[in-house]
């Protein structure tokens, strides 16, 4: 990477809970598997005998891998998280009159479908930014039955915590309601386990990213109860009828039903690959090894004057939370230091509220006052007033001496050694003075000038 001053570095990558860079052996099938590509399902030809093969085959590893039973469970192929949950609210809204419960740490993702499509209930957490399983319990007690769903992360991407996933599905099932675990930022970490229908911790939905995983193709998963659709699919065309005549339409069975139009095949591939490859690398080991980095960066933030993890450094523990650190610098802007971070050491994080900004505003503790007032200055143009955190997420590529160096950095940026000089756009991000160095795109290798 380009540095300011004229040097280049090895990058550092630390912003793997946005997204993660394909694995080498996911990479090298997805080329190999290129030559072979064709359309599935309704090809004679060789290559669509193959490629439906292998499309089929990432959904049998799928559902090996979460434990799935196909009798119960159906794995649909979708883009990503937010594509599945989406898919989930889209039918609850025709459940008339009945409510989604979420809690205050949900991603956007795991909000705003159910806000604007289904209607919710949402519970709050504990002050350092916890699930809180009483308040879920006493709302949907309160609720009386009209929860028909409770929509939890499998863990958060703001402070990296891990949610108790079945010990709120046993709650969810105690009062006639499903859950349905956003698992986006769990799944690269943690062995998921869906549990059998007749096992009251069980998880009903499952949604997962493949570009989160070491398989940036645009593929992810919808795991959903066979019985959850009803109806018209929400998402209509070729593949997903049985027969379509004049007048009428027959839908297909599920999987197909669900998956209208031309599927992304090679996304999907990658995807098995990646979770055949991290069920070999082990989640258990990968997991010891990232918390023990994990574990070296929290502390290490701890220390450093002006520094506050949000949510504390506690707990760092397997069950408790991802090796992620979301970070504020006192009197500091989070554009700035991430913008230092990446132009004065070839550091790379994400900063902001991470689309999720009813936790970022409780673990902030802003008070409603507050954040009516920044959603003033937003809605005139001002930008700059929204608030927010610096993200580091680590993942099992990285090393000790990635995390030194981190530390060593956000140590001389919260110092105020800041060597370069920035300016901020209208859009709150920081840029340095005279622009970044030039990066060049892939894309300049192919369009002709
Ligand atoms: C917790 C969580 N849920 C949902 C999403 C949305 O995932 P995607 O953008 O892959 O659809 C993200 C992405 O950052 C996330 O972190």
Not at 86 to 94: K, V
Not at 120 to 141: N, T
């Amino acid at each position: 990477m380009p540095l300011f001053g004229g040097a280049t570095v090895t990058g550092i990558n630390f912003d793997n809970a946005a997204s993660t860079p394909p694995l080498t052996r996911v990479r090298d099938v997805v080329n190999r598997f290129s030559d072979l590509y064709s359309s599935v399902h309704r090809g004679t030809g060789y290559k669509s005998r193959l490629s439906t093969e292998a499309y089929e085959q990432s959904r049998d590893l799928v559902a090996k891998f979460l434990g799935v039973d196909e009798k119960d469970q159906v794995v649909i192929f979708v883009k990503g998280t937010t594509d599945a949950l989406n898919r989930i609210a889209a039918e609850e809204a025709r459940l008339d009159g009945r409510q989604v419960l979420v809690t205050e740490m949900e991603h956007h993702a795991d909000l705003l479908p159910w806000r604007h499509r289904s209607g919710h209930v949402m519970v709050g957490l504990s002050d350092e930014g916890h699930i809180d399983l009483d308040a879920i319990e006493q709302a949907l007690k309160e609720a009386g039955g009209k929860i028909s769903l409770v929509a939890l992360c499998g863990a958060s991407n703001v402070t990296g915590f891990v949610s108790p996933i079945h010990e709120v599905a046993e709650l969810a099932h105690r009062y006639g309601a499903r859950i349905s675990v956003d698992a986006a930022q769990l799944a690269p970490h943690h062995r998921i386990e869906v549990r059998p229908a007749d096992d009251p911790g069980h998880l009903d939905f499952v949604s997962l990213s493949g570009h989160k995983m070491y398989a940036p193709y645009g593929a992810g998963v919808l795991v959903a109860p066979r019985d959850f659709f009803a109806g018209a699919p929400e998402v209509m065309g070729g593949g997903a009828i049985s027969i379509v005549t004049w007048d009428d339409t027959v839908w297909a069975d599920l999987p197909d039903r669900e998956e209208a139009g031309s599927p992304n095949v090679i996304g999907a591939v990658a995807l098995g690959v990646a979770i055949e490859t991290l069920r070999e690398l082990g989640f258990d080991e990968m997991l010891d090894y990232e918390l023990a980095l994990g574990r070296r960066m929290l502390e290490g933030l701890s220390r450093i004057e002006r520094v506050s993890v949000l949510g504390g450094v506690e707990p760092c523990t397997a069950a408790g939370r991802l090796a992620l650190a979301g970070f504020v610098v006192d009197g500091m802007h989070h554009g700035m230091v991430a913008s230092a971070l990446s132009h004065e050491w070839g550091i790379a994080v994400r900063h902001g509220c991470f689309c999720a900004n009813p936790y970022v505003f409780h673990l902030l503790h802003m008070s409603r006052d507050d954040v009516d007032a920044v959603e003033g200055e937003v809605n005139a143009g001002r930008r700059k007033a929204l608030p927010g955190a610096v993200r580091a997420s680590l993942a099992p590529y990285n090393t000790e001496a990635e995390v030194d160096r981190f530390l060593e950095a956000v140590a001389h940026i919260a110092r105020g050694r800041i060597k370069a000089s920035y300016e901020q756009a209208a859009d709150g991000t920081f840029a340095p003075s005279g622009g970044w160095p030039r990066i060049p795109s892939p894309l300049h290798a192919v369009v002709k000038r």
